[in-house]
């Protein structure tokens, strides 16, 4: 009944009312797939200059890289009003669409956005959206998989990052956050580390909430969160913004005050703390340690 209602939306204008009213009876709501690189919100100035993306393929030991590289324009943040979002969802609703963004809506012939909130009827995405909390403003850094330890290091972590370039008017506008940015430890101190003096507002996991004012900034990390059947992704499916990449490092470089010894190369693996059970530590125990590894902290 509820895809009937769904594929209702799509035909004429008094049959796509009656639909969205049944739909709305049923407690559902279904929104139109867009993307958000097209929606005419306010675009902001810059806050990373026109950068490359570079990706290497994998390999097999002794053969050469196969690395992709492109030229990729200038980071711009839009502001968008009057949307509704979730925490775990890169997903904004606004209106009668639901506002994809660019690196996903561009690839839906491929990756796969199946979601525990709602189900896809061809160009629509239906759910439930029972209330909503009301937040005045604030700078998006939630999205697919916030709570995932890459995700947040690779996706979320440069986005907070680059909000300390965003013009001033906006130095009140809190940063928007999953509650594993408040409740782990690890995510909680590489977000110190980033955040600067900005506040923050933790969205909860299980609320919807309806922002008067949001700041949007296109994540320089991408890649497809799940495949769909039978695909395997490739170099062309992921965006690595370089520049980005190597400012995000040499912050870390700072606040752990590594430098070059000898001219040497290093690279900072950020992991979560050892368990402390036990078990687990005698396990550790016997087993070698890296060559080559220096353990690191950092002080807030």
Not at 53 to 72: I, K, N, Y
Not at 106 to 111: H, P, S, V
Not at 232 to 247: A, M
């Amino acid at each position: 009944m509820v895809k009937r209602l769904v594929r209702g939306q799509m035909k004429s204008a008094p049959i796509a009312k009656l639909s969205a009213c049944g739909l709305s009876l049923m407690g559902y709501r279904g929104y139109q797939l867009a993307n958000l690189a097209d929606h005419p919100g306010t675009r902001l100035a810059p806050v990373f200059e026109a950068s490359e993306s570079r990706v290497a393929a994998p390999r097999a030991l002794g053969e050469d890289a196969e690395l992709l590289t492109g030229p990729l324009p200038p980071i711009r943040p839009v502001l968008l009003e009057d949307v509704t979002a979730k925490s775990g969802s890169s997903f904004l609703y606004k209106k009668h669409d639901v506002l994809l963004p660019d690196e996903m809506y561009t690839k839906l012939d491929r990756i796969s956005l199946l979601t525990n909130s709602g189900f896809f009827v061809q160009d629509y995405f239906v759910t439930k959206l029972d209330g909503t909390v009301a937040i005045p403003q604030g700078i998006c850094a939630f999205g697919h998989g916030d709570v995932n330890w890459y995700h947040w290091l690779a996706e979320i972590l440069p986005v907070i990052y680059l909000s300390q370039n965003l013009p001033a008017e906006f130095d009140d506008y809190p940063l928007l956050l999953p509650e594993t940015a408040e409740k782990i430890p690890s995510f909680k101190q590489t977000l110190d580390l980033f955040r600067g003096k900005r506040e923050v507002v933790i969205l909860r996991d299980d609320t919807a909430y309806r922002i008067g004012r949001l700041v949007h900034v296109p994540s320089p990390v991408s890649g497809p969160f799940n495949m769909r059947d039978h695909m395997w992704p490739r170099p062309s499916d992921y965006t690595q913004n370089v520049g980005v990449v190597q400012y995000v490092r040499e912050t870390i470089l700072d606040a752990l005050a590594i430098e070059r010894e000898d001219d040497s190369p290093k690279r900072v693996i950020l992991i979560r703390p050892p368990a402390r059970g036990p078990t687990i530590r005698m396990k550790s125990e016997r087993r070698p340690k890296p060559g080559g590894l220096k353990q690191c902290r950092w002080k807030s």
